[in-house]
């Protein structure tokens, strides 16, 4: 099974329920979106958005230029489902991170919890350097040294404070960082590190 098929089974099969990154309100992610200071109309893109909430909540706050991109067009339609109306003010990108070929410069780059996913030293180089491009502010979060080693049975790196500056600080400056856990809806814990950069 590829990553795609992989992720396409999960949100096929599994309900919000049943899935550990599950968060009935995203509150660090919108709050470190909030530090950014980004005017409301710029454009922010969600990476491996899936069917989180965080695009609810951004149209919530009154943020008009979003875009959220998953590998899983599963994923994808139970969000546009979950936003009726509202889904027609966002824009859906179904594709690997690795393959998107983006189009323009996004002001926040959120991604919770995909870049740790890129194991081989040539993906997370192709990510860097098309966040390098096209990214003003990041906000990244992955497990931390304290948290899991796999998620959904795929084997994940960890990153803490001195990994994230050795990876982005040749472009960006990391202006807040902690670590955070997340309880699962199975009560489980994972330690994220949360990251927010800008670029230089």
């Not at 590829?2 to 309900?15: D, Q, R």
């Not at 931390?144 to 080693?149: A, E, V």
């Not at 902690?178 to 990251?195: E, I, R, W, Y």
Request: some cysteine.
């Amino acid at each position: 099974m590829n990553t795609k098929e992989h992720w396409e089974n999960i949100y096929s099969t599994k309900t919000p329920a049943e899935v550990s990154w599950t968060q009935a309100y995203p509150e660090t992610s919108l709050e470190l979106i909030a530090q950014t200071l980004v005017s409301k109309n710029v454009p922010i893109i969600d990476i491996g958005g899936g069917d989180s909430l965080v695009v609810d909540f951004l149209l919530k706050l009154g943020y008009t230029d979003i875009t959220v991109l998953d590998i899983s067009a599963a994923a994808i339609e139970r969000a546009k489902k979950r936003l009726g109306a509202d889904a027609t003010k966002v824009e859906w990108l179904v594709t690997d991170i690795l393959d998107f070929k983006p189009t323009k410069t996004y002001e926040v780059w959120h991604d919770r919890a995909v870049f740790h996913f890129l194991r081989e030293q040539e993906e997370v180089s192709a990510y860097v350097d098309m966040v390098k491009q096209y990214a003003e502010n990041v906000i990244l979060a992955t497990f931390s040294p304290s948290g899991p080693l796999k998620c959904s049975g795929l084997e994940i790196t960890q990153y803490d404070h001195n990994q994230m500056e050795d990876t982005f600080g040749s472009e960006f400056s990391v202006e807040n960082y902690f670590t955070a856990d997340h309880v699962t809806p199975f009560n489980t814990v994972q330690n994220f590190s949360f990251a927010r950069m800008k670029k230089k």
